[in-house]
């Protein structure tokens, strides 16, 4: 082999491997790019299993505000409705419990989008906390289910842009 065909060879090589990642560069970042989460979001839980049968069929409502940083999710939360077998109320200022958001985005190529959240709150006499497991549905709209730590509740939950 002469110093020609390897040069040539070489660059061919090189070239085709600089097209391939700009190929892929490009599919993940204008076809198929990490979802843009960052922003007021809403969210709603209602608890299908517990420990504790008042809980059982109850709604909590909170607003929330998220951003992202590469794959990783943070962000804060507030309580401001809740429905319950004791009645309904909606929190207003100092009233409603704060949370810490912090998750992280599972990108699939293949199917939906995956977040996956964990939320520590400052209820009401104690800290408690979820976990919260969302599929995308849209730029605007994710479900999925949840767990808590308060009286085994597990349940769907509904992430919107919109309020409720």
């Known amino acids: 082999m ?12 090189v070239l085709g491997g ?11 970042e204008k076809l198929c790019p990490i979802p843009s989460i960052n922003g007021r979001w809403y969210f709603q839980k209602k ?10 069929n ?13 794959t990783s999710v943070h962000g804060t939360a ?12 909606e929190y207003i200022g100092k009233n409603r419990t704060r949370g810490k958001v912090e998750g992280f985005i599972q990108k699939n190529y293949l199917g939906k989008d995956r977040v996956f959240l964990h939320i ?10 979820s976990f919260h497991e969302l599929e995308f549905q849209s730029k605007t709209k994710m ?4 767990s808590s730590m308060v009286a085994k509740q597990s ?9 409720f």
């Open 2 to 13: 002469d110093v020609e065909t390897l040069v040539t060879s070489t660059a061919a090589t």
């Open 58 to 70: 109850m709604v909590l409502r909170y607003e929330v505000m998220l951003w992202r940083e590469g």
């Open 120 to 129: 520590s709150e400052n209820g009401h006499g104690r800290e408690s906390t």
């Open 143 to 146: 479900v999925g289910q949840f």
């Open 18 to 28: 600089l097209l391939l990642a700009l190929f892929f560069f490009l599919i993940r």
């Open 78 to 89: 507030e309580k401001f409705y809740e429905d319950a077998k004791t009645g309904t109320r």
């Open 155 to 163: 349940g769907k939950v509904t992430w919107q842009r919109t309020p």
């Open 47 to 56: 608890t299908l299993k517990t420990a504790y049968n008042p809980y059982r």
